[in-house]
């Protein structure tokens, strides 16, 4: 069991990471600089245990009792209209024109107002969302709703940006980073000088090379920034520095209802000790509590009477006014009520419990009350803002979800999540409504949950159908209308850009928005089928029956075989097994594999290879790929062996059918070591001047989280992208989505080595497997079928590109005239062009690697493919932007 703990920045030998945050906090530098003093005592560190996964069936049954699941979640209900209906199974089975169709017919009608929100939440978003920026992170929101805040890097340095919450517009930018908002647009900033020491210090985090290095350079990095920095306040409209008397801020809070500056500081001489202060108005500071030792996590309750802050031993709450202090020895993830009458805190007994303390002028330790205790993993307690009750994520069996139990404990705790998704990251938005975040932390999705039940509500999306936006972070205003977030929107998770968008929980779509949404989107499903049913024309009769020969069964069969092996990482003997199993079984396919060892971390291990010759341009190659390879821990049923099973079956039906060009099969080992197999694949083939012109990556395509067939194709090329939706439109029972996605995997050793040339599939949601790299990851949580459906939408893709002309090379247009590399493959018959020109657009026809192209406008795009004798075209365009 792994408990997050919310003040990392006090313990320096904790091996868990800390969960997301649905409001990201002020920034602050009591977290750096306090990570290196040194571990939690006892009490704290015992926050940080790992449980076994299994436990005998009494026990569980006994820890799921302490849990009270009680369920008052609940998925959405099948319409009863008729069209409605008729949409919505539409839309289930993946015929989304169908779908599309229903949908505008309802809005169309006299019932458009009753089903608008319906339609609006399965098609896209219901409320209207704002882009503020096209980069940023840290976002927060003023405590009073008036003000948001990002940070953002311009020009190598980062600076931060606030905006107006009612508008969403950028109001100003300042240069620092640690800035914290008010009230009345009161907020306050720590300007930090440029020094030497500074300098050094960045230097020296720059070069840390470990985990444990680099965490204390920054520790003290920021202390030396913190030295320097100078306190600049605005309040009631004047702004100006505020004399600390020699003190070093390290973390700024405003009260949530007044215009008062707390903070967590300490002096010259070191950070070993630091105290908490109120800063006065005219100059100074006044100390509310200058005990020894670490502090963060400073917490301002409504009211102006009790502070809270986290120290190694737990935590403390002063009472300001009369200057009582109460100490909760063990305590940690601390939240306080926005009404400033309830706290409440995790803590770790025999079982973990979370507490509630109503903050009273009596207030001791006396008045805590248990109101949740269980030995499942559980965390991120918070407390709602009128302090009637506590949102938590527990974790019943293998995933999380998110619970609610009333701080008064008139009555057990009740599930409002119910999915085999991870829901995490609890945070209210108003009394009865709670904010999470659904699935892995490469592709969360927030959703909004009513303490009552009922199903949850999407609070964000892109408006398409297929491709997916990923969300980081979230911030909400206080009375729960305004949520900022950072969003991979357009599905690109390669850039480093994330966009910061406002999301308006008091403006929902109107009809006409969701209509022009449903049509728009209509035209691209539209386009995007026609675009592959003229592309696979050409050969698919050749490919339907070979895709249809994909034996879900054979595929079961291989995925027992390999499960009984147990971990394949290198480090493990199921490797070794793993690596003669799908030699031995592609041998009994006709084929000759090779096998290219090399050694890894003092083991040896290897891929391995098959080959399809190519017809007729053998030395042109494409490329599947799969890891076998699992992490130590689990026996990786779908990471990854559903991909190379997947792959497997490709292997064989694909083996009696050559296509013009060379198609390869590969088997990765050491992708969990660190991309080990792939990395060796292409280092051989580049010193082998093997000519590759594209490449499928698969990998954890098997587990679904419901009935759909769903995968997201995960690309860098968008040819090859829209031939595999095509290939899973036409070949197969495959719903596919996509991003734009191969960072970290094995497809990253082709796009540096050959470029633009990535596809091929992964789970969907990505990474959303709750059983993904744990020991769990077992053989009956997949569904074989999916795997299968997966391999036929990839031997319909290698068919067609090994078939047709691959996109074309060094393109360029000078005086008029385009001139590319002619193509490589045989039995190129000419290229298509066009351009944008003074009159529209041009269109031609040439069999030379050359075009002329009139009216050609200024900044006009010019795209080029190749055409093949065969009647297949090339499966991606080359683009030029004529300057």
Known sequence: MVITCPHPELCSGCVVRTAPTLSASVPVVAARITSALGPHPASTTALHIRHAMTRPLLALLALLATST????????????????????????????????????????????????????????????????????????????GSLGLFQVVEDGAAVSKVLDLSTGSILETFSETQVALGVGRSLARLRVRNTEAVRAARDQQARASSRDERARARAVTAWEEAKTATLIVRSQGRTGEGDLEGLVPVEL?????????????????????????????????????????????????????????????????????????????????????????????????????????????????????????????????????????????????????????PTDGSEPAWAISNEIQHDRNPRWLDASHVLSAKGEGRHMRSFVHDVEGGPPLKLFHNNTIRTIAPEYEWAASPDGSKVLLVSERDGDTVSPERGVYLVDRGSKVTVPDVRARLEQSLAVELSLRERGEAAFAPIAAQVAPIADAVSVGRIYEYARDVYAFGSKHISQPGNALAIEYYAEVLRGFGYEP???????????????????????????????????????????ADDNSSGATALLEAARVLKH?????????????GEEAGLLGSREYVRLAIDGGKHILGALNNDMVGWTNDHRLDNTIRYSNPGIRDIQHAAAIQFSDLITYDALYYKSTDAAAYYEAYGDIVGGIGSYPVLGNPHYHQSHDRLETINQQLVAEVSKTTVATLMLLASSPSRINDLVVTDGVARWEPSPESGVSGYQVRWQSEGGSGLARVTEASAQLEGLIEGGRVSVRALHNSGTVGWDWAWWWAN
């Open 594 to 636: 090779e096998l290219q060892w090399f050694e890894a971390r003092g083991v040896r291990t290897a891929n391995v290879i098959v080959t399809i010759p190519g017809t007729s341009d053998p030395d042109l190659v494409y490329v599947a790929s799969s890891h076998f390879d699992s992490v130590v821990r689990g026996p990786g």
């Open 69 to 144: 699941p009680i369920v008052r979640a609940q998925e959405p209900p099948m319409p009863e209209q008729p069209t409605l209906r008729e949409g919505f199974l539409a839309w289930d089975r993946g015929d989304y024109p169908a779908a599309l169709r229903a949908y505008l017919d309802v809005l169309n009608g006299p019932d458009a107002a009753e089903h608008l929100e319906e339609i609006a939440l399965l098609t896209g978003e219901l409320y209207r969302v704002t882009e503020v920026a096209v980069d940023g992170s840290q976002v927060a929101i003023a405590p009073d």
């Open 657 to 669: 059918h050559p296509m013009p060009a060379t198609i390869e099969l590969a088997f990765f080992t």
């Open 253 to 405: 809070q405003f009260a949530p209802d007044a215009d008062v500056l707390y903070m967590i500081a300490g002096q010259q001489d070191g950070a070993e000790n630091l105290g908490v202060y109120r800063v006065r108005a005219g100059g100074g500071a006044d100390a509310l509590d200058t005990s020894a030792g670490p502090k963060a996590g400073l917490i301002v309750a409504a009211g102006g009477r009790h502070v809270v802050f986290q120290t190694r031993a737990g935590l403390i709450v002063r009472d300001v006014l009369e200057g009582g202090l109460s100490n909760f020895d063990g305590a940690a993830s601390a939240s306080v009520s926005a009404d400033g009458s309830m706290l409440t805190f995790m803590r770790q007994g025999e079982q973990v419990e979370i507490v509630a303390v109503p903050l009273t002028p009596e207030l001791s330790e006396s008045a805590e009350r248990v109101v949740v205790q269980t030995a499942r993993p559980i965390s991120n307690a918070v407390v709602s803002p009128d302090g009637r009750h506590v949102a938590y994520q527990l974790q019943p069996f293998e995933d999380w979800e998110i619970y609610v139990a």
